[in-house]
């Protein structure tokens, strides 16, 4: 199997390159388990930030980047958008957005509690890693939706054209591959 070495803050990653589309490959790059890479990046992360309220990811690779920087902020609360409504939630706002990752239609969803919190909040958005672009830009969308005011975006790795956007705050490039 065809890898990618990733490096970022200091450590080395052996990625699996992986046939998603016809003619495009990715670098397969999985936090869920990597408790060095997450340890690691969320200080540095949480450096770049800007004065924020709270932090807010999308359900569910970011989760555990999300909780590491919330505890270099001091920050006692995160808020994840889940990917579907459930049944304890109170009059949840709901977004739809296409994933380049999963290939279908995803939807994103807050509680109430969860809006009545964001409202008048100074919000950053993190994640694992910035492809496209469009889950975070859902994810905006429904902050927004919510009365919160999006002041940064923030993910261990931009991926593809991503690298060259500047309102967002990484820590590596990561290349897509296209044959």
Known sequence: MKTYELKVAGLKRDLPVIQIKENLKIASFVILGDTEIVATTAPLIADKLPKVDILVTAEAKGIPFVYEVAKQLNMTKYIVARKSVKAYMNSPIVHEVESITTQKTQTLCLDMQDVDFIKGKRVA?????????????????????AGGNVVAKAAILAEGDAA??????????LPIFMD
């Open 125 to 145: 958005l993190i994640d694992d890693v910035i492809s496209t672009g469009e889950s975070l830009k859902a994810l905006e969308e429904l902050v927004e939706k």
């Open 164 to 173: 060259n956007r500047d309102d967002i705050l990484f820590l590596e490039k």
